[in-house]
């Protein structure tokens, strides 16, 4: 599995409805796992970002996916980020010779 960070922002749309911010994310959750993935972390933020949540998706299309189909629901942005752990980051670090 692929790890990704994504962090949202509310729409004008999200921030009237931030009383079921959390329904929205257990929905997220719901929609991961149907794309074979799931929701590793999820925190409300204060700052830049509304929202920041770490993913384990099989890979870029199913987490494209996902972002699409969170952001058509209307309540927030995306933005995308893939992430590699330490034990990847050394593969990648051995191939350089």
């Given at each position: 599995?692929?790890?990704?960070v994504?962090?949202?922002?509310w729409?004008?749309?999200?921030i ?5 911010t ?8 719901q929609l991961a796992e149907?794309?074979?993935?799931h929701?590793?972390l999820?925190?409300?933020?204060v700052g830049r970002?509304?929202?920041v949540?770490v993913?384990?998706?099989p ?10 189909k ?10 995308s980020?893939r992430?590699?752990?330490?034990e ?6 051995a191939n350089?010779?």
């Amino acid at each position: 599995m692929a790890k990704y960070v994504i962090m949202l922002n509310w729409t004008d749309q999200g921030i009237k409805a931030a009383t079921d911010t959390v329904k929205r994310a257990d929905q997220a959750r719901q929609l991961a796992e149907s794309l074979g993935g799931h929701v590793d972390l999820l925190l409300w933020t204060v700052g830049r970002y509304d929202i920041v949540g770490v993913f384990d998706m099989p890979n870029d299309e199913a987490l494209t996916t996902l972002a699409l189909k969170v952001g058509a629901m209307g309540s927030v942005r995306t933005e995308s980020l893939r992430a590699f752990t330490a034990e990847e980051m050394g593969g990648i670090l051995a191939n350089l010779g």
